[in-house]
């Protein structure tokens, strides 16, 4: 019997390719975790990798109860 492949999906999540502010290096798949207000140069906007944000356990701003 012959197990048929069946590809991978594709996600239907978005996928961003940013910079993580928890390792300090280039990954996919970036969240936006926080927002910090900053007196002067450029803005402080906080982005995070899905494995940081396990490991620093972090919660998306998308995701959080307001
Ligand atoms: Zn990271």
Partial sequence: MEET?????????PTSYGHCSWHQG???GV????VHE???G???SLFAC???MVAYN?????????
């Fill in 5 to 13: 492949r069946t590809p991978v999906p594709a996600t239907h999540a």
């Fill in 38 to 40: 900053q007196g002067s």
């Fill in 50 to 52: 899905p494995r940081c």
């Fill in 31 to 34: 969240r936006l975790i926080d």
């Fill in 26 to 28: 280039s990954a996919e």
């Fill in 42 to 44: 450029a803005g402080g």
């Fill in 58 to 66: 972090l919660t998306a701003f998308a995701d959080r109860p307001l």
